[in-house]
């Protein structure tokens, strides 16, 4: 799950792949890897992907801080 979402984040947020790749705890919001637009569409590319709802309470910065909190939430949400 996680090399699933890093290869989405540098594929769609990360201008120059040869340079940077997103890791594990990178702070996808605060290194402005990811504005509030682009968390939309990662959302809508998290629901489709692994067939969940993320609901409007749970798009806080903790479940989307970062590659790791993300593969967490998804793994509490198919649970």
Known sequence: MDQILINYINEQFVEDQLQISV??????????????????????????????????????IDNFTSIDSISKYIESRKS
């Open 23 to 60: 890791g594990l705890q990178d702070d996808l919001l605060g290194e402005g890897i990811i504005d509030s637009l682009g968390m939309m569409k990662l959302i809508r590319f998290i629901e489709d992907k692994f067939e969940i709802k993320v609901r409007p309470q749970d798009m806080t």
